[in-house]
């Protein structure tokens, strides 16, 4: 089973409109933390918003917010007032609690988001 | 701000060479990790690295790949042979601590092109 899944390849946003990206995740940890990341069409990977697994508050930072589900297994990314600048792809990652350390990231196939003037 | 830096940001080669990508993490991190992503695909996990040694590596490490930290800046991921199919961006990562909980930073990433 995947352990992220993201399953809107693509998404297009009128300008100053919020959008939903969505990201289920699969896990048997207790522990676990998730994040987002920005890949603009120069390839960097900038990474946007964290939300821990015990984190009872839905994390936000900025236009970003996380809508963490836990019962549900999703942490879906929402942008707000879309500028031009938004358009790239966006990556949901999951890291384990499972032995706490050097843990790897384990990303979703992601989803190109398109911000329309 | 303190950011992770790559070089070269991109690597022509002929398969069968070998080629060191360089990656210098945030100064204060003390885990360190490689990832690969072939175009138009996922980013994979290649290796994490912590205290001069080998934390965890991914299927995909095999033993065409090796890791070192020559020196207190450096961090680099050696292919020994290069295949077609290692043409991919290979991306640098670092974080202060090694928990679930600790962000990963990324470098602007290494295109390999292997002809």
């Known amino acids: 089973a995947q352990k992220i899944t993201q399953t809107q390849p693509g998404m297009f946003v009128q300008e100053k409109e919020a959008v939903t990206l969505d990201c289920t995740y699969d896990t048997s940890d207790q522990s676990y933390g998730l994040f987002w990341y920005k890949q603009p069409s120069s390839g960097e990977m900038i990474f946007l918003i964290y939300q821990g697994s015990y984190d009872e508050q839905n994390a936000t930072e900025g236009r970003y917010s996380l809508n963490f589900q836990k019962a549900r297994k999703s942490a879906n990314l929402v942008i707000s007032a879309s500028q031009l600048g938004d358009s790239a792809m966006y990556f949901c990652a999951m890291r384990e609690g499972r032995g706490n350390t050097g843990n790897q990231f384990y990303f979703g196939t992601g989803t190109s988001l398109t911000v329309i003037p | 701000e303190p950011e992770v830096t790559q070089t070269p940001s991109h690597q022509v080669t002929q398969m069968g060479q070998e080629v060191i990508l360089r990656c210098v993490p945030i100064?204060?991190?003390?885990?360190f990790y490689w990832y690969r992503q072939i175009l138009g695909q996922k980013v994979e996990f290649l290796v994490s690295f912590y205290n001069n040694e080998i934390s965890e590596k991914s299927e995909i490490f095999d033993d065409q790949f090796s890791v070192e930290r020559p020196d207190g800046s450096n961090f680099t991921l050696k292919i020994r042979s290069t295949k077609l199919e290692d043409s991919a961006m290979y991306f640098c990562?670092?974080?202060?601590?090694?928990?679930?909980?600790?962000?990963?930073?990324f470098g602007p990433g290494t295109r390999l092109t292997v002809l």
């Open positions: 990562a670092s974080s202060e601590l090694g928990g679930y909980t600790d962000t990963q930073y």
């Open positions: 100064s204060n991190h003390l885990y």
